[in-house]
């Protein structure tokens, strides 16, 4: 196809083997605005180059990730055929002030030189028979001037946080009906212009009666310059407090260059239904008020396993030889006949006790409650936060669910406050970072050792709330 006609920048001569370029669209910009720009490698047609990706050697601009493949066309250039590497890309500036900007490229170059008159050759395609002469040059482009201005401090939003471009706000969340106390995926989407790295989570307006977990996010791109795109977040919120009837509005600042002005877009929250209140908390079970007595268990005959030992003997005839009347004989043969009393004892109670659900639910809890401990120590050994919380925040529920008629499941922080005081700081310590762990990603500075040698005192100090406690009194 014919190659499209491009203007030449002043100086561009056509007996340049090879020039670079670079394009920008304003020469003022503030500080934290990322410009589209442009930058162009131009190739005689005639003329072979291996190169490197282009570089913006500048202390006042970031530049995006190049892509590994620009974009080749062939243009005119004063008459001649040139081929024309292209990345489009952007620059943020990071520092204010008067700067000047260039692209640099560092390439090989391989150029036809003309065949002497006296060739042999001359005659018989002469540019056939052309010399190749290679030499290798670095290439800068016409310096452009540029003026960073800092942003302003008037009108700027308690909010603001440093994103800088022309963004909408858009908001979504499932499910769509929740109970009180149950988590909600809020998900916010920050579209438009500008530097996306510097886009942070929109907030909720009000966040009273809310629980508000640290948000994941993903930039998708909408262009090779990296300059437009949409920022993602996901966070998990969870409504704490009755009477939340939805949730509240969400906002998100920021400065917009084209005006110079700050501006906040604030929207409803998404439309989600809260409905109820937290499970009530099962209560102990029954204590025996001061002063009463406490009842007499009452034992039925068949429960009464072991039979009374005779300590005399009764009903011999002057039949029975006097060696039966002779305290070793009577030991000789109690022993076994006691000893399989006792056994049947024994086995009897154990399958009494294994048809108590009361005591079938201890073993049960017992026997979570060391795997989650040995799942504790593991995440340990691995430095595994993401195994390590959820098995401390399962281990704490099931040694308090030993104490209590709760299941682990059902046990809060402020489970713990009602049964375990001296233990609450401590447990509402670990619920908080399992809580960030499980919906937020976020991770402790602390390391897992700390946190282990943290919920081990937990559970011994849970285990000593499940004793009875002991007063003395004068």
Known sequence: ??????????????????????????????VGEMLPVRIKFYVKQEARASYYSPLVPSQAFVINKLADKPVERSEYVGGEVYRVMTWDTGLTAVKEGKYTVDASIETELAVPVAASPRDPYAGFGRRFFNRVRRFEKTLNSVPVEVDIKPLPTDGRPATFDGAVGEFDLLATAKPDSVDLGE?????????????????????????????VYPAT???????????????????AIVPKEPGITGIPEIEFSFFNPSTGKYATKQINGPEVRIMGSPQGTPSRQPTVAAGDEPATPVVSEEDSLLVPIKTQLQGFTTNFSRVALQPWFLAVNGVPILALLVGFAVVSRKRRLENDPVFARTVRLSGELTAEQGKMNTAVS??????????ARAAVQTRLALLTEIEPVDVTAETVAEYAPEAASAVTEIFTQADAMTYGGGASSRPLG?????????????????????EVTS
Do not use: H
Not at 217 to 235: A, H, I, N, P, W
């Open 450 to 470: 700390e946190w282990k040698e943290l919920v081990d005192a937990t559970l011994v100090e849970l285990e000593k709330a499940q004793q009875p406690k002991t």
């Open 1 to 30: 196809s014919q190659p499209n006609v491009a203007p030449t920048s002043p100086g561009r001569l056509r007996r340049e083997w090879a020039f670079i370029e670079l394009e920008m669209p304003k020469k003022e910009v503030y």
């Open 183 to 211: 988590p909600i995926t809020l998900i916010t989407e920050v579209t438009g212009q500008g530097n996306l790295d510097r886009v942070n989570t929109p907030s909720l307006v009000d966040e009273t009666g809310w629980r």
């Open 382 to 391: 691995a430095n595994d936060s993401a195994a390590f919380f959820p098995a």
């Open 217 to 235: 996010s993903d930039v998708m791109l909408s262009d090779t310059s990296g300059v437009r795109g949409t920022k993602r977040f996901e966070q």
